[in-house]
């Protein structure tokens, strides 16, 4: 329940408190309502995911997907404009509603029905071991070099495996 409870405050709380501080404040309780429900969104995947609650009517391969999207994952997704904003410097990005739909859609990315790709068991050939861990610390690499363009990368690849599995 601990572990659950710091990813609630690390991936619900946090994310959606700097969202709200950099571009949805403006809109008063609104843009606090939307917070509150992605925050409330994390809190309900978190508890489903710890209560390990199946309620897909159609069932789906557990060890291949997760049922919603996870916290960590929401987390990136709600804040990805951020990241393309501190990179490009887009000020479109910064807009209210745009974020305050954002964070309503991830929201309810969490505690959907949809599938998402899960690496738990991910069986990697030995063939393949040493090219796995070198593309690991390239990637380590680049987020210590051009952090924002490698979460841009990560994140935005992420939702496209979610469009994938959806699809």
Same mark, same amino acid.
Do not use: H
């Given at each position: 329940?601990?572990?659950? =409870?710091?990813? +609630? ?6 994310? !959606?408190?700097?969202?709200?501080? #950099?571009? /949805? &404040?403006?809109? !008063?309780?609104?843009? #606090?309502?939307?917070?509150?429900? +992605? ?10 995911? /710890?209560?390990?609650?199946?309620? /897909? ?19 990136? =997704? ?16 910064? &807009?209210?509603?745009? &974020?305050?739909? $954002? $964070?309503?859609?991830? !929201? ?13 068991? =991910?069986?990697? &050939?030995?063939?393949?071991? /040493? #090219?796995?861990?070198?593309? +690991? ?10 952090? #924002?363009? $490698?979460?841009?990368?990560?994140? !935005? ?5 979610? +469009?994938? $599995?959806?699809?």
């Amino acid at each position: 329940e601990l572990d659950s =409870l710091s990813d +609630f405050v690390s991936f619900g709380v946090a994310p !959606g408190f700097l969202i709200y501080l #950099w571009s /949805t &404040n403006t809109l !008063g309780s609104l843009g #606090w309502g939307a917070t509150l429900f +992605f925050v409330i969104c994390s809190a309900l995947r978190l508890a489903r995911f /710890t209560a390990d609650i199946y309620i /897909t009517k159609e069932p789906i391969d557990k060890n291949e997907y997760f049922t919603g999207v996870p916290s960590p994952a929401a987390a990136g =997704l709600i804040l990805l404009p951020l990241f393309v904003f501190f990179e490009f410097q887009l000020d479109i990005l910064k &807009n209210e509603y745009l &974020n305050l739909i $954002t $964070t309503i859609l991830i !929201g309810f990315m969490m505690i959907s029905k949809i599938p998402t790709i899960s690496l738990k068991k =991910l069986k990697i &050939n030995q063939k393949y071991k /040493t #090219w796995i861990f070198l593309i +690991f610390v390239l990637v380590c690499v680049a987020l210590i070099s051009k952090i #924002w363009i $490698t979460l841009i990368l990560v994140f !935005g690849s992420y939702l496209m495996s979610v +469009f994938y $599995t959806i699809l």
